[in-house]
């Protein structure tokens, strides 16, 4: 591939709710442009970004993938995006490396949840975008209504720029509303459209479309207003320099039409990604840090260089692949940077434009532009590489916590040797997954955004590194407190043929609030326990409450005040009173009320408006509670707070509920105490899991 000039460099992602057709277009884009040599399938497994087993499998993406195409002797990067929920957090990491945002839309389905949430990603990065109607050559799609539907979601400043010649299977072109011309497509062609007049039926449509369009680009400039006042419309050319500043400025969402799946419009939507999106340079500088202060870097050749990593591939044969983007200068080929989080030298030998899984060497890659390099060493996603006596730190994409865990256990001793090896190297690759040990459960858990999510880590274990797991749900960390106070003795008192043992002391237990832990107190006064005694009574207490009371679990929120006692100059000794600390623990305990805590998360729910009701019923039979509500266009935000015991299953239950159109997210907030019930439940089952260990061991 050429080395293609900042001016000449378009990086665009193509966002969009799952199924909506993202990869489609792209493998559409691709054959029009001459990339590839037939128009590829997600059906069939053929699509350049849809590369990974899992998600020819699926029939999915799963993993954000770039392909350059060069078009009018430009270089075009498409970043094509996962549309999952459970999937979402990648999108989000990916779309910092673009300078506009293509937001596809089903024909039939119109605005989704995640249609919102990629919109909001994109305001955030303030990137211009553009609205693509896709899929309008299905049964019951209809450009109308998911046009209004569209304005209704993102507002009037989502305006048709095109129309579409025929519905459902006789759409086969489009209108062009700016030169007023119509361009008509072969299903399965190359994706360039034959010109032609606009049909005698659309005339008044595409009249009044167009007069729409004039005024919505001149709202927003003075001299054209001016202009569009005194003539009543605009010339083409000024009409272009217009729209092409409103859709910079985002002032305008152009709406356009398009079939990804027979390739119809190809060609027109390259063109307006050339003509209305900027280049990386116009996108104005990147903000970062040098020494911990702000600072700015503009993207041009001119500057030293810097290098933004977006994303990570963990590939089992070239290692760890690195996608960046040349924030500013020229990346050459065996190129030597540093990283600047670790300091860390780095060589890029073989550097070049990216292409699904392929990297297309190349000797440079100019500012702006987006490539790939293999075997960094100590480079991970977020991280920036820049020359050493011109350091700067651009910030890394802030992603969600995980909001599910589950417990991941080795099939046999061989995977249990290569697990976490293997599960550091998808780590790299995924910023959405936490892997991570329970003190108190003592398990391994892999965190992920979904039950969907975390089986596919799984799946690419045991595929690309031969390592077999079991997943299960998590063991819930409760705890155990006590509502009541106490006043107690502990005695420890034993004979034997040489030294005794002995060890007395009286101390006082009293609850603490929420989130205190644990504070020992030392009143004792005149000698009756010696100084050096003290700290092991607080270790007898503190090992005590760590194999629990009730049912195991750690005692927390809890102080304890030691105050009076007794010794013996001969037989007293660190163990007696360690060991009377636990006697006294042991009877505080029986006295002050114990009772059983459980972990309580707060769960936002997103999803369409019309499941509102039946997901705050099923909420409500999780023991949970609604603590606020929120309408967004045709998105119902739902939070509340729920157990963590009742929240296990509820991905497969909220995809059941709402035909896998909501999703959520869970992190914990507190402890509460756990009803009744259910208290005594997990009481008896502690007990009973045992008598069965006790039983085994016999």
């Known amino acids: 591939m050429k080395v293609y000039e900042t001016s ?32 590829t399938r997600t059906e069939d497994g053929t699509t350049i970004t849809d590369f990974d087993e899992d998600e020819i499998a699926r029939k999915i993406t799963i993993s954000s993938a770039v392909a350059a195409v060069e078009w009018n002797k430009k270089k075009i990067n498409l970043i094509d995006t996962p549309g999952f929920n459970i999937f979402i957090n990648d999108t989000k990491a990916s779309m910092v490396a673009a300078d506009a945002a293509v937001v596809v839309v089903d024909g039939v389905a119109g605005v989704e949840v995640q249609t919102e949430k990629v919109w909001t990603f994109a305001q955030e990065f303030e990137l211009p975008r553009a609205i693509v109607i896709n899929k309008l050559d299905r049964e019951r799609s209809s450009f109308e209504r998911t046009l209004e539907n569209v304005q209704s979601v993102f507002g009037r400043t989502a305006v048709p720029v095109q129309l579409p010649l025929g519905v459902e299977r006789d759409f086969n072109g489009v209108v062009d509303l700016v030169r007023m011309k119509s361009y008509t497509y072969t299903p399965d062609g190359d994706g360039k459209g034959k010109e032609a007049p606009i049909p005698a039926n659309l005339a008044d449509a595409a009249q009044a479309a167009h007069e729409a369009l004039v005024e919505m680009v001149a709202e927003g400039n003075d001299a054209l207003m001016e202009e569009f006042f005194e003539k009543g419309t605009l010339p083409v050319e000024h009409i272009l320099e217009g729209l092409r500043d409103a859709v910079r400025g985002m002032r305008i969402f152009p709406v356009l039409c398009a079939s990804g799946l027979h390739n119809v419009a190809s060609d027109l939507l390259l063109n307006f990604f050339l003509e209305d999106f900027p280049n990386p340079a116009e996108r104005g500088p990147w903000k970062g840090a040098v020494n911990g202060a702000g600072a700015e870097r503009e993207v041009k050749d001119s500057v030293p260089v810097s290098a933004f990593v977006f994303k990570t591939v963990a590939d089992p044969f070239a290692g760890r692949v690195s996608y960046f983007k040349v924030v500013s200068g020229i990346v050459r080929n065996d190129a030597n940077l540093v990283n600047a989080r670790s300091a860390a030298a780095e060589r890029l030998s073989h550097i070049g434009a990216l292409f699904g899984k392929t990297i297309h060497p190349v000797t440079e890659l100019h500012a702006g532009d987006l490539g790939g390099v293999a075997k960094l060493k100590d480079t991970l996603t977020g991280d920036t590489l820049g020359e050493k006596a011109s350091l700067i730190a651009y910030p890394p994409v802030n992603l969600p916590e995980p909001s599910i865990a589950y417990a991941i256990a080795a099939k046999t001793r061989n995977d249990e040797d290569r697990m976490g090896q293997a599960v550091h190297k998808i780590l790299e690759e995924d910023q959405a997954l936490r892997f991570y040990r329970d003190p108190q459960t003592k398990e391994f858990l892999l965190a992920g955004c979904g039950q969907q999510h975390v089986e596919v880590i ?67 006064f005149g000698g009756a326990i010696p100084k050096n005694f003290i700290p092991a009574i607080e270790k007898g207490i503190v090992e005590a409450a760590e194999k629990g009371y009730l049912a195991g679990y750690p005692v927390v929120d809890f102080k304890v005040v030691v105050y009076d006692g007794s010794y013996h100059d001969v037989d007293s000794s660190e163990m007696s009173f360690k060991l009377a600390a636990r006697k006294a623990f042991k009877a505080a305990m029986e006295a002050a009320k114990p009772a059983l805590l459980e972990p309580v998360m707060n769960v936002e729910v997103q999803a369409p408006v019309e499941f509102a009701g039946d997901l705050m019923g099923d909420m409500n039979g999780r023991r949970g509670r609604i603590s606020g509500m929120d309408t967004k266009g045709g998105t119902q935000i739902i939070r509340a707070q729920a157990p963590m015991a009742e929240m296990l299953n509820y991905q497969n239950d909220l995809t059941s509920m709402t035909q896998g159109r909501a999703s959520f997210s869970m992190e914990f907030d507190h402890y509460d105490f756990v009803p009744g019930l259910q208290a005594e439940k997990i009481i008896a089952a502690a007990k009973a899991a045992k008598t069965g260990e006790e039983e085994e061991e016999e």
């Open 458 to 524: 799984v799946s690419r274990l045991k595929k690309r590194y031969g390592v077999d797991v079991e997943l299960h749900a998590p063991k819930i960390p409760y705890r155990e407190t006590i509502r009541g106070k106490a006043d107690v003795q502990g005695r420890h008192k034993k004979q034997t043929g040489g030294h005794g043992q002995f060890g007395d002391c009286w101390i006082r237990m009293e609850p603490l609030p929420r989130g205190e832990k644990f504070a020992f107190g030392n009143e004792v």
């Open 8 to 39: 000449d460099i378009r990086n665009v992602a193509l966002v969009g709710h799952g199924n909506s057709g993202k990869t489609s277009l792209v493998a559409g884009f691709l054959f029009t442009a001459g990339a590839t040599n037939r128009l």
